[in-house]
């Protein structure tokens, strides 16, 4: 089926070069990355040589000042490839965009270009030991003190925890009983800082080679130009970039759905038992036919999601419903793939393995399915 999504000759002659490059520069080195729990810094680097980070991005600052059409291109890759622990939408897409959008002149100047080359690593740090879906009660604080702000407390669950040079990090500025609305504040911490420290890789089921970690704040002292937009705004800042966020992840579910479908079919038509191709069977041609009927559904949802974005409407409640449905669905197209690969799909020299564990985590991080379930019934009017 075509897609609805009007890719120019552009986009699909970069497509086809970013997918040599993935192939050129992870080639089969995935599962050692998967080993160490983290990829190497050298990656991001030819990321940005090559001008696949931040493609959006104002030529002033370095960037290629292209549509948003080549981020989506570079998230589908990536999924498609199963190097779902390579971070870089979670760089290019979620992070970036609260400097590139909050920052004044004078701080996307400062940052930006590293962001663009692949010097400069982003996180964003929201979540806490008891603050995760219920974000606005954050216990992070930033207090004011003369050219500085002091920020304490602690995070957890950050992805790119270890290789970040940059962290967006959200902290109470206003009084624990003011509303959120007006009391949080997002600040930009420097690798090096003092009083900014990191804990070890949290081991996790997937996403095995991102270096997902804690993030500790300990009388960490930052100039006071590393505030972002206006204090009190952060909460509000968080919500503005939502649609976005959550869209990436929708979009990572739908390619990976794809990707793990696609080679399932292969491998049905391959493998035989009882003298026979499996995909001969009844059971395995009305599974296939059912999953083929979910991702196709899962796409016309995305790509009219994906039209709107680029047109800038907002579509807040419909990106909600794409995050629940489309990563529900991914999840389970994910397991029943696996059914078909047999002992197979459970060993890690199958990629399908990969396709399974990572689908886990996308009905969870970036709002979970039932709090996109309770926004979307809040916007119904429930
Ligand atoms: C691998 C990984 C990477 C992550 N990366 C980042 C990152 O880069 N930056 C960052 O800030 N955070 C990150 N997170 C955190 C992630 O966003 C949170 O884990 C997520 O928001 C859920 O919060 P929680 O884990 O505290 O679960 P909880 O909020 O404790 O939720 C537990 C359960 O309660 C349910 N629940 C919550 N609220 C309601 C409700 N109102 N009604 C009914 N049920 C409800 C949830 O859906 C869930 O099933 C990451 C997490 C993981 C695991």
């Not at 979620?94 to 590139?100: E, G, L, M, Q, S």
């Amino acid at each position: 089926m075509d897609r609805t999504v009007q890719f120019s000759e552009g986009h699909v002659i970069f497509r086809e070069s970013f997918r040599r490059f993935l192939a050129k520069e992870i080639g089969d080195r995935y599962p050692e990355w998967e080993k160490a729990g983290i990829v190497p810094r050298e990656i991001w680097k030819k990321f940005g040589d090559n001008g696949y980070l931040l493609p959006w991005a104002d030529e002033k600052y370095g960037g290629a000042g292209a549509d948003w059409l080549y981020s989506v291109i570079i998230i589908e890759e990536i999924a498609r490839y199963g190097a779902s622990g390579l971070f870089v939408p979670l760089h290019n897409d979620v992070v970036a965009p609260y400097i590139y959008t909050y920052g004044t002149e004078e701080q996307r100047q400062r940052w930006i270009p590293g962001c663009v080359t692949g010097d400069t690593i982003l996180a964003v740090a929201m979540t806490e030991p008891e603050a995760g879906s219920d974000l606005a009660s954050i216990k992070t604080t930033a207090k004011r003190d003369g050219d500085s702000w002091v920020l304490n407390g602690q995070k957890t669950f950050i992805s790119n925890g270890h290789l970040s040079d940059l962290v967006v990090v959200a902290a109470r500025t206003g009084a624990a009983d003011t509303p959120p609305a007006q009391s949080m504040s997002l600040f930009v911490v420097e690798r090096g800082t003092p009083g900014f420290s990191r804990g070890e890789l949290i081991k996790k089921i997937g996403l095995k080679a991102q270096d997902t970690a804690e993030l500790f704040f300990d009388d960490c002292r930052i100039p006071a130009s590393n505030l972002l937009g206006v204090e009190g705004q952060g909460f509000i800042y968080l919500m503005q970039k939502l649609q976005q966020e959550r869209l990436v992840c929708a979009l990572a579910s739908q390619a990976a759905a794809e990707r793990g479908l696609e080679l399932t079919v292969e491998y049905v038509k391959e493998r035989k038992l009882f003298n026979k191709p499996l995909s001969k069977f009844q059971n395995t041609q009305f599974l296939i036919a059912d999953l083929a009927s979910q991702v196709t559904a899962g796409r016309c949802f995305i790509d009219g999601l994906i039209n709107n974005h680029v047109a800038g409407r907002d579509v807040t409640m419909e990106t909600c419903m794409a995050k629940y449905w489309v990563c529900e669905m991914a999840m389970h197209v994910a397991d029943r793939c696996l059914q078909l690969f047999g002992g197979y799909g459970y060993c890690t020299e199958y990629i399908i393995s990969r396709f399974f564990v990572d689908a886990r985590i996308q009905t969870i991080y970036a709002g979970t399915s039932e709090v996109m379930k309770l926004i979307v019934s809040r916007y119904m009017g429930l």
